[in-house]
């Protein structure tokens, strides 16, 4: 089976400033906004009566928050599932880091002086998608915006990221055995 689900941390105060997170442990709004409640009642219709047979989470605290608000507070931690580190970027905003290194995010990210090399981001991409792959059944994961758009790159087979892959709170469904994958909701 390839059926990956997956649904992006809720919001921040640092998301509000455009800020990087990266590997910081920022905790969620609280309260949560009018979106998040809305977008939190469908996700939970969604999953509503499904079986998983793995349940993930990132270490990081907004996404174990976000799987717990799901219903979910026992979803194991994996630190693959973990933001990539931006390192010295880290809250500091995306117009910085564009400023800095015009268009490169979106072309060539693994030039970026980060806190991570881009290998080490995409080998912890593949870790999870081998689970997956491995997995008898569904499985679920809570993360990051920018994890999903590396495991993008990787199934697209391109070079570049999307600054946004996914709004806050958001799910996607995914068939990781297949190369145009993406069924948004």
Known sequence: MAEFWFIRHFRT?????GRLQGQRDIALDD????????????NRQALAGRDFALVLTSPLGRARSTAALHGFA???????????AFGEWEGRTWADLEAAHPGIWQSAPHTLPLGEAF?????????IRQRVLAAPGPVLAFGHGAWLGGLRQVLDGGVG??????GNGELVRLNLMER???EER
């Open 161 to 166: 990221l999307p600054r946004q892959a996914l």
């Open 180 to 182: 145009e994958n993406f």
């Open 119 to 127: 290998a080490d981001f995409t080998a912890r991409i593949m870790r």
């Open 13 to 17: 105060p640092w998301n509000a400033g």
């Open 31 to 42: 309260p949560l906004g009018v979106q998040d409640v809305a977008t939190l009642a469908a």
């Open 74 to 84: 026992s979803a194991e931690p994996d630190p693959d599932l973990a933001e990539i």
